[in-house]
């Protein structure tokens, strides 16, 4: 049995006051989210029941009990406690799907702390600008990455603790602590007191101009989070569920960590890369029955044929979704041969901080469309020229919310500016909090969209530059910024390509100093210049060299038109070209 009858049900009378009932809350309860994934669900008598199945490298694995992650996350916390962090303070968690990412978040969480995820593959240049925005407090880590913490320490002041997770205790450096988290099991911990306001996570997305940003949310976004694990993954107390995203962005804390735990539902994680046939096994092994994944992997899955799908049970599959970029039609049909399930696909942001327009049980699925508003959300696409909600069905506009859902980021760290830049109507003078508790404005996504006649949403594109590479955002202009510190590049632009698997993939214009010659050596150079120091995720797929970048006659590189090229697109106006 399903979660929900219909969607059509859920819109009469919907208030975001069910969630209660969905966590069987009581008001007075400790409003923290450390504690309602572990301690909350242990007093509820499942203490017991499994909470992680970890398979990594190799022949590793491991189980955790909800009373595991009560009692590991509170060594967690008492640690950082201990090494002088308060609440309030960022802790960095930048280690692979590793248990103690897993656990460690809870920990931060219980003792006040902002917890800080960032993706492991970073390099250090990235890593840097995360952690200087953020004045991060402590880091937790592994031996394989605490290099490139090292790398960075004199660039960060305000970094002052360097836990070690994983790895041999002998090579640590001086000033570095090394943590055992399955030594320390801390029976009774005093949890932080948070409330609805208290700040909880802090995800960095990329951004056309500029760095990188800080997405801050608080405890409150459990509500938004829980109602939508609960409807849309429609999980149940007797699930094996998987998401298989990284802790490192927004999915993999939302719906990889708060979600099925606040439920007290049993996850696994997957801790190895990529193939089909070590997910299938994974799946098999661990009969999975609610599985969430990204449409990288899913066209990926398809690439590598149907037969190797027969070779395995999946039997226990019940319920798959999609999340990170649009779901097309054919992977939709595709699930349905192979799996006798559709994909369900998913929309939602960093900042939304839960899932917004969406497929799931008991709606009718239109293969290819994003689905419809979550209830109790005000979503409508904006006309692009007048900035006020479409009427005609069909017609391409900007996908816009009503501010106030609990799980809405509530600032931008210190871009206050660049926070309001998001609410169409918003005063210059308006305050973060101004934005989010107006009824009458829009939060723009960025995103840009059309409504058919029967109110399902079809994905169109962005409407900025950022790169949406295997349902990861990248910002050109990072990347453009650390292209031109390699000797040889005078100028960059950067653009998304389009990609069969991933959608897009990141292509680079540069033109060269004098005295260099683009060869293959040139290209490999540069190429692992910018996955050392940024990510794998960052490096350019392709390199095109020019004798000059297009410009307006302002000097600004007009990567629309670059876009429009790759991607066989009008550029639109093109009156402020500069002449050759």
Request: charged share 25%.
């Amino acid at each position: 049995m399903s979660n929900i009858k219909s969607y059509e049900e859920r819109l009469q009378g919907f208030d975001w006051d069910y969630a209660k009932e969905v966590l069987d809350w009581q008001d007075g309860e400790l409003l923290n989210i450390g504690h309602m994934c572990s301690d909350r669900i242990c007093a509820k008598g499942h203490a017991d029941k499994t909470a992680l199945i970890w398979e990594g490298f190799g022949d590793a694995t491991a189980q955790y009990t909800f009373n595991d992650l009560r009692v590991l996350s509170n060594g967690f916390a008492k640690l950082l406690q201990d090494q002088g962090v308060e609440p309030g303070d960022r802790v960095c968690l930048f280690m692979d799907k590793v248990p103690a990412l897993y656990v460690s978040f809870l920990g931060a969480l219980k003792m006040g702390g902002v917890a800080q995820p960032l993706f492991s593959a970073f390099g250090d240049d990235s890593l840097e600008v995360r952690l200087a925005s953020a004045e991060t407090k402590a880091i937790l880590t592994t031996q394989k990455h605490v290099k490139k913490v090292r790398k960075i320490l004199d660039k960060l002041p305000a970094l002052k603790t360097i836990i070690v997770v994983e790895g041999n205790p002998a090579k640590l450096k001086d000033g570095e602590l090394f943590y055992d988290m399955n030594e320390h099991r801390v029976e009774d911990f005093e949890c932080f007191q948070s409330g609805p306001e208290s700040q909880s996570v802090l995800h960095y997305t990329s951004g056309t101009t500029g760095q990188p940003k800080g997405a801050q949310h608080v405890h409150s976004s459990v509500w938004g989070q829980a109602l939508t694990t609960s409807w849309v993954l429609d999980l149940h107390d007797d699930d094996i569920y998987w998401c298989t995203a990284d802790p490192g962005w927004v999915t993999g804390t939302s719906y990889g960590i708060i979600g099925p735990w606040v439920l007290g539902v049993t996850q696994c994680v997957l801790d190895s890369g990529f193939t089909a046939a070590r997910w299938y096994k994974f799946m098999q092994d661990n009969k999975v029955t609610v599985w969430y994944s990204a449409p990288t992997a899913i066209r990926s899955l398809m690439r590598d044929g149907d037969d190797l799908v027969k070779k395995h049970d999946l039997s226990a599959l019940r319920h798959l979704c999609s999340v990170g970029e649009p779901l097309n039609a054919e992977a939709v049909v595709w699930s349905e041969q192979v799996f006798g399930k559709a994909f369900l696909d998913t929309f939602w942001q960093t900042e939304t901080g839960a899932m917004m327009i969406t497929n799931y049980p008991g709606m009718k699925i239109k293969p290819g469309s994003m689905g419809k508003p979550f209830p109790g959300i005000t979503a409508a696409v904006l006309d692009l020229k007048t900035n006020e909600p479409v009427d005609e069905p069909g017609t391409v506009g900007l996908i816009a919310f009503r501010p106030g859902w609990p799980s809405m980021f509530r600032e931008y760290r210190n871009q206050h500016d660049v926070y309001r830049s998001k609410f169409v109507g918003a005063a210059d003078d308006a305050t973060p909090e101004q934005c989010r508790l107006d009824p009458d404005l829009w939060y723009v996504s960025g995103d840009r969209a059309s409504i058919d006649a029967d109110g399902y949403y079809w994905f169109v594109g962005r409407d900025d530059d950022v790169i949406n590479t295997g349902g990861h955002l990248v910002g050109p202009f990072e990347i453009e910024s650390a292209l031109i510190e390699h000797e040889a590049i005078a100028e960059a632009a950067v653009v998304g390509k389009p990609d069969e698997v991933n959608m897009e993939v990141v292509k680079a214009f540069i033109t060269l100093h004098k005295g260099f010659e683009f060869d293959d050596m040139l290209e490999l150079s540069v190429m692992n210049f910018i996955r050392k120091s940024l990510s794998p995720l960052a490096m350019p797929q392709e390199i095109e060299v020019m004798e000059k970048l297009p410009k307006t006659r302002s000097g600004k590189i007009l990567r629309r038109y670059l876009r429009s090229i790759e991607w066989g697109e009008d550029a639109g106006d093109l009156s402020t070209l500069e002449d050759d």
